[in-house]
Nanobody, 124 residues
Framework: QVQLVESGGGLVQTGGSLRLSCAGS????????MGWFRRAPGKEREFVAT????????YYTDSVKGRFTISRDNAKNTVYLQMNSLKPEDTAVYYC?????????????????WGRGTQVTVSS
């Protein structure tokens, strides 16, 4: 099993930036594809970004393309989400998760271990 802890959330103005971190423990993350998801107020949890186990493949939901960058440092057992040009609609609790299936997926059900989330608030 792997335990995940998100950090780096906070309050930022529209157009600002934040970098979220997801630290793993219990098991190394190097063999897992990882993902970031978010739940905005009053909405369902949605996919944001995913990265392959080696870090060479990434995929983003349309609403964050060109603004967010997912990356990983397997030596540090950490996954990152760099968020630039933030908008109020990015306000949400952000979760990292490890994918439990061996094929590409953005489905919540295909991710096994989840962190507890970190709050990101973007003010107008």
């Amino acid at each position: 099993q792997v335990q995940l802890v998100e950090s780096g959330g906070g309050l930022v103005q529209t157009g600002g930036s934040l970098r979220l971190s997801c630290a793993g423990s219990g098991r190394t993350l190097s063999s897992y594809a990882m993902g970031w998801f978010r739940r905005a107020p009053g909405k369902e949890r949605e996919f944001v970004a995913t990265i392959g186990w080696s870090g060479d493949s990434t995929y983003y939901t349309d609403s964050v393309k060109g603004r967010f960058t997912i990356s990983r440092d397997n030596a540090k057992n950490t996954v990152y989400l760099q968020m630039n040009s933030l908008k109020p609609e990015d306000t949400a609790v952000y979760y990292c998760a490890s994918r439990k299936v061996s094929y590409f997926s953005t489905r919540i059900a295909d991710f096994g271990s989840w962190g507890r989330g970190t709050q990101v608030t973007v003010s107008s």
